[in-house]
């Protein structure tokens, strides 16, 4: 199970933390991203990791704002954004890659709503 936590209501420019927190799963060699849909569009990939942290990738349109994270001890993965837009208002999702980076997402939360005003 993947709880994502951490979404809010914050002003453009801001920040905003997300962690997803993953339960009754060992930690594998697997991926985890995270994704965004925004009302009346599709879900779009936003960031990736690999198992050890060392590999990320991210959507054009946070590179340089945003940086995605792991604590595999905690079995967590994080997303911190940062110069935020209202154009990132969007429910945020974490998935998890079992086979890892570059393989299809097994896994998904909830969900957490992330609001930009303008």
């Known amino acids: 199970q993947l709880q994502a936590s951490g979404g809010g209501l914050v002003q453009a420019g801001g920040s905003l933390r997300l962690s997803c927190a993953a339960s009754?799963?060992?930690?594998?060699?697997?991926?985890r991203g995270w994704f965004r849909q925004a009302p009346g569009k599709e879900r779009e990939f936003v960031a990736a990791?690999?198992?050890?942290?060392?590999?990320?990738s991210y959507a054009d349109a946070v590179k340089g704002r945003f940086t995605i994270s792991r604590d595999n001890a905690k079995n967590t993965v994080y997303l911190q954004m940062k110069s935020l837009k209202p154009e990132d208002t969007a429910v945020y999702f974490c998935?998890?890659?079992?086979?890892?980076?570059?393989?299809?997402?097994?896994?998904w939360g909830q969900g957490t709503q992330v609001t930009v005003s303008s």
């Open positions: 009754g799963r060992t930690v594998t060699r697997d991926a």
């Open positions: 990791i690999g198992w050890s942290g060392g590999i990320t």
């Open positions: 998935a998890v890659a079992q086979r890892g980076l570059g393989t299809a997402y097994d896994y």
